[in-house]
């Protein structure tokens, strides 16, 4: 097997398209794996462009399924996935775009959810509870407005 430090642009390209087709990832992601095995700038260019035009990239496919994985199983509100993809290298209006396709419902019966899960286990008097579930929810990521909503309706 190559060392990574000795890639040619083949077999890097031939990584790269390995590494895109075991999950879905963004081009910051793979930009910074080919940096890490000292693959020149150039070459990284052009990988990533023959990748995005054979599919293996695609930063909106990318957003739009780490937005739906990360809500449904990981129970992030919209602030968390936003500052997530913002660290991903995301563009701001692809992650927008991605944000947008939450379903209202869903998203506030997620939240429901997990606050009901949460309100099992948190003692103290009403109000008490109330903020210690206000807190919860904000870190992970739901809205302020959005939770006060929930809670109000909780009552």
């Known amino acids: 097997m190559v060392s990574p430090q000795s890639f040619s642009e083949k077999e890097a390209y031939d990584f790269a398209a390995r590494y895109c087709s075991g999950q879905e990832r963004c081009k910051a992601e793979v930009v910074q794996k080919l940096k890490s095995f ?35 199983f990981n129970k992030w509100g919209r602030i968390k996935l936003s500052m997530a993809l913002r660290q991903k290298g995301v563009e701001e209006s692809v992650a927008n775009a991605a944000l947008k396709e939450i379903d209202q419902n869903e998203y506030l019966d997620i939240l429901k959810e997990e606050l009901d899960k949460k309100a099992k286990f948190v003692k103290g008097a009403n109000k008490e509870v109330t903020k210690k579930l206000f807190q919860f929810a904000l870190s992970r990521g739901f809205e302020s407005y959005v939770i006060q909503d929930v809670l109000s309706m909780e009552d």
């Open 38 to 72: 000292d693959v020149s700038e150039d070459i990284i260019n052009q990988i990533i462009e023959k990748l995005c035009q054979e599919k293996y990239l695609d930063d909106k496919r990318f957003a739009k399924a780490f937005v739906h994985d990360k809500l449904r």
